[in-house]
């Protein structure tokens, strides 16, 4: 096998969800693809990491180029209300519902404890400082994987909230419920606008 070709099947079998005969075959069929293809992957590939930043309000990635992604831009969303999440995909998977129209907050981070991630870890300065900087009262939906770590960071964002002083009220909300699939990405789409529609006050 031609040594570019094995250097080609061992990246692609370094991504994640990948086996090494789906990496063989990928490797294949870019070989055998048109020119076009190859010239757009390549650009998008080459891009991926200088032309992407983050949302300057929420972290969200957004294009570099913009301080603000679209949803924080967007002048009909409820800024009054805002979802904090873990990941990008969680944002993405409660945005695909099309119920919500708040705001986002992504933390970036789960905790780990196990993996020495902690709660202090996580991107909550910017948080505290959108909840201090409000002149409304807000919610903070905390649409994070529900499981026993997030007790502890319950608690944490409560301690914080009240350390401020703060003269409006911020009311956290949580999930109804536990999801079965334990993550928000694999939560299918009616249980988790239930959990998210019927969410409790902490
Ligand atoms: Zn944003």
């Not at 055998?32 to 929420?58: A, M, S, V």
Request: charged share 25%.
């Amino acid at each position: 096998m031609p040594e570019v070709l094995k250097k080609l099947i061992n990246n692609i079998s370094l991504l994640p969800w990948i086996w090494e005969k789906s990496a063989t075959k990928l490797a294949f069929f870019l070989l055998n693809t048109n020119e076009h293809f190859i010239n757009d992957f390549r650009w998008n590939l080459e891009n991926i990491k200088n032309k992407i930043g983050k949302c300057k309000i929420c972290s969200s990635i957004t294009d570099l180029w913009k301080n603000e992604c679209s949803i924080c831009k967007n002048t009909n969303r409820n800024k009054l209300q805002i979802a904090v999440v873990e990941e990008y995909l969680d944002m993405l998977t409660i945005e695909n519902s099309w119920w919500f129209n708040w705001v986002y907050h992504i933390l970036w981070w789960a905790i780990s404890p196990i993996n020495g991630v902690f709660v202090w870890d996580l991107n909550f300065e910017k948080l505290f400082l959108r909840i201090t900087n409000s002149n409304k009262n807000l919610e903070i939906i905390l649409a994070t994987n529900p499981n026993i770590e997030w007790e502890a960071t319950v608690s944490y964002i409560f301690e914080e909230i009240e350390k401020r002083k703060l003269k409006y009220k911020v009311n956290i909300t949580r999930l109804s419920r536990w999801l079965s699939s334990w993550y928000i990405e694999y939560a299918d789409n009616i249980t988790l606008i239930n959990a998210l529609k019927e969410r409790k006050k902490v």
